[in-house]
């Protein structure tokens, strides 16, 4: 029985032959990877770029036009690849790749919290039920349906000047993200915590730990890497959205929200939309590529997600 | 209906308590405060004496809790900071005085109110009519071009943020092509068509983002409910398609769509705030975002509260619409 031995593929195994074989999918890997790079590469790429994000160039401004950059495409040159920055003259491209950098560290990192705590709670209420789940499941539905974005520019009020921005940024993705991926997990646990090999694991004395961790978390690594990478688009457009309302990043710092946001004005005016383009691609790709390859994987895993309940 | 008037008894009696709750906690968190409003208030240079009196005036000088229950008391019958010629009053229902602007939160929510809730109403009606639409069409053409396009369009929108298609329909729109206004809102009560021309781009824009969600919603719902037995049922008894998918398909595909717009309601008002700011209109989030820069903590709770109970009160409708749609909730 040679075939017995072929068909024995495991399922991540198979999962990954099918994202490879998803043309969407692969493109978003591919995306992804690429932007990981520069990303990564960032600081190396401003300066084989032999620019920085806080230099003024007023030189290469155009006084008539109300301080937007000479020349087309809003400035672009062998020197500043994306052109400059209106009014500063700043190196637009420095700051577009350093900001792609601050997105998605802080996107990556606020997707790590918010899955291990998410994991914990919706498995635990999954697997203890009862009015623990109770008690969990309301205060899930209640986060979820909450007004967060005006939660999360309040809470600026009481954090202190001193205390870094990009943590604070961290703390209130996490706080306020852990819940719809609670609440995914939870449905996911559910009809685990059920099956007969929980229930054998359960008989033979095993603590509830125990069964978390060695019966159920394994079972649902597949679906949590799921869930984990389609949260990651929401938390970078939820990073642009706070520092597009400038509640997030400070200046100087590079941030893709906030160079939007700079952008409006050139926009309305049309003096210089190219402002408000390099920055934009550059986001949109981002949300694009985790988005696609987010539902690849959730395709290859053959995960049904359903908000509804 | 008694069963319905049950089902609206019991959630209306725990949306208090998860209002009540959430006051408290807003309450406590907001307590914690390092900047001193009474000493932004009295201004330099600041003896003690005055500080003093200021935080007395304020009532800052009570408990939190003391603070939180005159904040619930104000609600609903008002309440008076100082004594004498020189008190401050603020009429039921008040959210709070805003010292440094002299005026209470009441008053400045409801100048503001009317902008975000225009952009927010709008763009629900909107999206609701987008989605179910596209997604009904997408599921009973699949396969073809206008599947393709709807699944398509689902995914730009689901893609970009609301803020950058805003920008980018200003540019398109209001710039190049000079159809609509770049920014500004116009009152309805001074002109109604004013305010609905200068609404449509945000209206749209806020559209495209949220449809994309309930294009594939109910795409993939309608191509489950039309295998379901009930349809086969309505077909052999005769029914013309247009009234199977209409009567019997659209019904299944309604209660989920139900569902997750009662999720998607703080969404909404989140989307609403970023919109405002796009296209420039004074609204809530504007005042919001002022109020942390001035480190005014009487408009920041107010602002906080009020919204996050207008999420809670929408959904409490959206739990009856369901209710009224699928009678199974009810007995839940």
């Given amino acids: 029985m040679s075939s017995s031995v072929v068909a024995a593929v495991s399922p991540t195994r198979q999962a990954l032959r099918r994202v490879r074989r998803d043309r969407s999918a692969r493109f978003g890997a591919w995306l992804v990877a690429a932007l990981i790079v520069i990303a990564v590469a ?7 770029s032999g620019q920085d994000p806080y230099t003024y160039h007023i030189d290469l401004l155009d006084p008539a036009k109300g301080g937007a950059p000479k020349g087309a495409l809003g400035g672009v040159s062998a020197d500043h690849w994306f052109g400059v920055e209106p009014l500063t003259g700043r190196d637009l491209f420095s700051i577009v790749v350093l900001g792609l950098r601050t997105s998605l560290a802080i996107a990556i990192v606020a997707t790590l919290i918010t899955t291990v705590v998410g994991t914990l709670v919706g498995i635990s209420a999954a697997y203890f039920g009862g009015w623990y789940d109770g008690v969990v499941s309301r205060l899930l539905d209640f986060l979820f349906g909450f007004p967060q974005l005006v939660f999360m520019i309040a809470l600026g009020i009481i954090v202190p000047a001193e205390f870094p921005r990009w943590l604070l940024l961290i703390l209130v993705l996490s706080v306020f993200g852990w819940a719809g991926l609670a609440r995914l997990i939870r449905g996911q646990a559910r009809s685990l ?4 090999f929980v229930e054998a694991a359960r008989s033979v004395g095993s603590s509830g730990w125990h069964v978390i961790t060695r019966e159920l978390l394994p079972n649902l690594l597949g679906p949590v890497l799921v869930i984990a990478t389609m949260a990651i688009p929401g938390y970078i457009g939820a990073e642009a959205a706070l520092s597009f309302l400038g509640v997030g990043v400070p200046p100087p710092t590079p941030s893709l929200g906030r160079s939007i946001s700079d952008s409006i004005v050139w926009v309305y005016t049309g003096t210089d939309p190219w402002f408000m ?32 309940n | 209906m008694p069963d319905l008037l049950w089902f609206v008894l019991r959630r209306l009696f725990a ?29 330099k240079p600041c003896t003690p004496d005055r500080l003093e009196q200021a935080r007395h005036f304020m009532q800052l000088d009570q408990s939190v809790i003391q603070q939180y229950l005159a904040f619930l ?11 004498g010629a020189a008190a401050v009053q603020c009429n039921a229902p008040c959210f709070g005085y805003s010292f440094p602007l002299a005026r209470p939160v009441t008053t400045l929510i409801v100048d503001r109110l009317p902008v975000t809730l225009s952009i927010a109403i709008g763009a629900a009606v909107l999206w609701l009519l987008l989605g179910v639409t596209l997604g009904v069409g997408a599921a009973l053409k699949r396969g073809k071009l206008f599947d393709r396009l709807a699944v398509g369009f689902a995914l730009i929108g689901i893609a970009t943020p609301s803020f950058l298609l805003g920008l980018l329909a200003i540019l398109v729109f209001g710039f190049w092509l000079n159809m609509v206004p ?6 309805l009560t001074e002109s109604p068509v004013d305010w609905a021309w200068h609404l449509i781009t945000p209206w749209l824009v806020l559209a495209t983002i949220q449809a994309a969600a309930y294009i594939r919603l109910t795409r993939a719902q309608m191509l489950e409910e039309m295998n379901l037995d009930h349809i086969t049922t309505a077909r052999a008894k005769g029914a013309g398609e247009r009234r199977v998918v209409a009567v019997h398909g659209l019904r299944g595909v309604l209660v989920p769509i139900v569902t997750i717009f009662g999720l998607d309601l703080g969404a909404l008002l989140g989307g609403a705030i970023l919109t405002e700011k796009v296209f420039s209109m004074q609204g809530l989030g504007e005042l919001l975002i002022s109020a942390v820069g001035q480190l005014d903590v009487a408009v920041v709770v107010g602002v906080t509260l009020f919204s996050a109970f207008l999420v809670i009160l929408a959904n409490l409708v959206v739990d009856v619409v369901h209710g009224v749609l699928d009678p199974r909730v009810g007995h839940a």
Avoid at chain 1, 42 to 48: C, F, G, R, Y
Avoid at chain 1, 193 to 196: K, L, S, Y
Avoid at chain 2, 182 to 187: A, E, F, M, T
């Fill in chain 1, 42 to 48: 960032a600081p190396l790429l401003v300066k084989l």
């Fill in chain 2, 182 to 187: 770049v920014n500004g809102y116009v009152p």
């Fill in chain 2, 15 to 43: 949306t208090v308590l998860v209002m009540l709750a959430l006051s408290l906690a807003v309450y406590l968190i907001f307590y914690a405060l390092p900047a001193d409003p009474a000493r932004l208030a009295c201004g």
């Fill in chain 1, 193 to 196: 915590a059920t099956r007969e």
């Fill in chain 2, 73 to 83: 008391k104000g609600i609903f019958a008002g309440r008076t900071f100082g004594e």
């Fill in chain 1, 277 to 308: 383009v390099f920055p934009g691609i550059m986001l949109f790709l981002a949300v694009l590529g985790f988005t696609l390859l987010g539902d690849g994987v959730r395709d290859a895993f053959d995960v049904r997600l359903r908000r509804a």
